[in-house]
């Protein structure tokens, strides 16, 4: 693989930090940076199966309050990994020493979200920060692991300069076997024989990683080298990642007695359904009970946080995390002879997978149904989602389907445009002052449902209340006045669309100007001019990234003052490309604006050579989209 010029080396500039002081000008420390890597040095010494050390190290100079995180140490710990040290000291740039941290300067905190039941891990952290920039920090961190399951990775390039980067594997045991593979990097290291075997990589002058409007959030562009054993162990349980059947073969072990309902809870379970039910509705009817009689709760406790409760406890304490919950979802199935298997997946914004590359890939588990005529997927988190949905987190995901004989990697599937619907009817009326009085409603499907909901459910009304206004707010208004909103198919009949019903005033919603009045129509859906990815052609390196594709219908009616004719106005056109459809039409009748606004996004991702293409067709639509209708009296 051909390495991009943007992690070419810098044969320009540098400061040569051996001592403090003695520097070279060079282009990769011009400019304004946050911080900068003076070195990065990441130790994996692995003395068996049961036991290894990792350990890093880095000099960095911070330049000012955003750059402060890179300077502050912690180590994260589990049953598997335990801090041994954290060392601190941060210099002058002359490099005097200012301050030396001691142990007493440790800080502890669970390393889980506020929603966690239970958790055997915690983060052990150092605030290394000084009030004067810039300054240096100098540190080094050491934990013990037992087990190579969480095999550390590297990566060399941040969001600010790096000009030197280290990893060194240091095996002791060298019957241990290991795999790695490289992402946007071309990488070979230095390897030492003795009585240990030691291999080396280096990188240096890597230049500050720069992000790119609606670039994916995975790290999939940026430089990466992953480890992974051959063999690993989890207190007494062993498995492979020498293929992906290893690796479900390992976890159906860890799962297969968490199964099994005991005989009362079997028939409370074959009670929710009818036996003439069809195979989806008694998906349904199983998924709406465990949605409406369980809540998601973070529980990383067992090996590694991969092993789930049993279904019986999930059950009765009503209670569990992904796993948990899945694990009872395909157990009740089971009750109902409808065959369901668990499947690991990764996150999209989290994770980029890579199949050909057999390893601990995961952070998330769901479950899937195989039915005859089709395969019904389901989020086990989500309370609010029908059955057979998911979350555009985990679609288009490679996942390991968990099966009695071993796995399968599968891809689930990706929400179409009409899935993720908006429509809305809005009716106002313009005053002498520019006012709009308006009412309506919008509606939404799929992944657009799902937001809204998690605008609403849970939160203060406040907090609802100013959402709802920056969401119907015009971009030429001052503001709007939210007067009173409903709701409808927002806990309940999650199948339906969620239809939110408003009215209000927006202030200034029209300018006048002597005998004109001039005006956008659309309060729903417009795109600002700071849409379109802000990379020209030629700038842009990564292909452009969306949550998901989606499609919006709008239609807007608008009764004017008095007297006044249409002077100015967009073309009423449609404006079709591979990327999606943009339409607009309109009339006025009875001193009264119909005005009717379709977009379509036709795909959630844009591979960077059409990036030219897709950055003209959007800048057309948001041209269209800022056009005023002018009036004239």
């Not at 050390?53 to 180590?75: A, F, H, L, T, W």
């Not at 292909?543 to 009616?557: G, K, M, P, R, W």
């Amino acid at each position: 693989m051909e390495m991009r010029s943007i992690y070419g080396v810098i044969f320009l500039s540098v400061a040569l930090w051996g001592g403090f002081g003695t520097a070279q000008t060079v282009d990769i420390l011009s400019g304004s940076h946050d911080a900068i890597i003076l070195s990065d040095e990441t130790e994996f010494e692995v003395l068996g199966q049961g036991k290894a050390y990792v350990r890093y190290s880095r000099k960095v100079q911070i330049n000012n309050d955003e750059g402060k995180g890179y300077g502050i140490p912690g180590v994260s710990e589990n049953k598997f990994i335990k801090k041994k040290k954290i060392d601190v000291r941060i210099l002058s740039t002359d490099g005097e020493e200012l301050k030396k941290y001691k142990n007493s300067d440790i800080l502890k905190e669970d390393y889980s979200p506020g929603y966690s039941l239970y958790s055997d891990s915690r983060y052990q952290w150092i605030n290394s920060t000084w009030p004067k920039f810039p300054y240096v920090v100098e540190y080094s961190t050491e934990a013990e692991m037992s087990t190579l399951f969480f095999w550390p990775d590297w990566f060399p390039q941040k969001n600010v300069p790096v000009l030197s980067s280290s990893y060194k594997l240091v095996l002791r045991d060298t019957t241990v076997a290991f795999r790695t593979h490289a992402v946007n990097m071309e990488t070979s290291p230095k390897t030492i024989r003795s009585s240990s075997v030691s291999h080396i990589w280096n990188a240096a002058l890597l230049p500050a990683f720069e992000s790119e409007d609606y670039m994916s959030k995975n790290n999939s562009n940026r430089m990466i080298l992953y480890f992974t054993p051959e063999r690993f162990a989890l207190e007494n349980s062993f498995g492979h990642f020498r293929d992906w059947n290893g690796l479900a073969q390992w976890y159906r072990g860890l799962t297969a007695d968490r199964l099994i309902l005991p005989e009362l809870i079997r028939q409370e379970v074959a009670a929710l359904v009818n036996p003439d039910d069809d195979a989806k509705t008694k998906i349904s009817k199983l998924y709406a009970y465990l949605q409406n009689n369980s809540r998601y709760v973070s529980i990383d406790l067992g090996i590694g946080g991969w092993q789930p409760y049993s279904a019986q406890s999930v059950f009765e304490n009503k209670y569990g995390d992904c796993k948990d919950l899945s694990t009872l979802m395909v157990a009740m199935l089971d009750v109902v002879n409808i065959p369901a298997h668990l499947a690991l997946t990764p996150t999209r914004d989290a994770i980029n997978f890579i199949e050909e590359f057999p390893s601990n890939q995961f952070n998330h588990c769901i479950a899937v149904v195989p039915l005859p005529e089709d395969t019904v997927w389901l989020e086990c988190t989500a309370d609010y989602i029908p059955a057979g949905e998911l979350p555009y987190s985990v679609e288009g995901a490679k996942v390991l389907v968990v099966e009695a004989e071993g796995g399968k990697i599968i891809q689930t599937p990706v929400s179409r445009p009409e899935d993720n619907l908006m429509t809305s009817r809005t009716e106002g009326r313009i005053g002498e002052d520019g006012a709009l009085q308006m009412s309506g409603w919008f509606a939404t499907t799929g992944n657009r449902s799902s937001y809204v909901r998690g605008r609403f459910i849970g939160v203060e009304i406040e907090k609802q209340q100013d959402w709802l206004r920056s969401r119907l707010i015009s971009l030429s208004a001052s503001r709007f006045d939210l007067a009173e909103f409903t709701v409808e198919n927002l806990a309940e009949n999650v199948d339906q669309p969620c239809v939110v019903h408003f009215s209000g005033e927006m202030k200034n919603f029209a300018t006048r100007s002597a005998s004109r009045l001039f005006l956008s129509p659309n309060v729903i859906n417009q795109f600002s001019k700071k849409y379109p990815p802000e990379e020209s052609p030629d700038e842009r390196k990564f292909s452009v990234s969306f949550n998901y594709a989606f499609e919006d219908a709008d239609t807007v009616y608008i009764s004017l003052p008095p007297g006044y004719a249409l002077e100015a106005a967009p073309p009423q056109e449609t404006i079709e490309s591979e990327f999606g459809t943009y339409r607009i039409e309109y009339e006025l009748a009875d001193n009264r604006l119909r005005y009717l606004r379709q977009f379509r996004l036709e795909t959630r991702e844009i591979p960077l050579e059409k990036y030219a293409a897709y950055r003209e067709f959007i800048s057309e639509v948001v041209k269209r989209d800022n056009m005023q209708f002018v009036f004239k009296r």
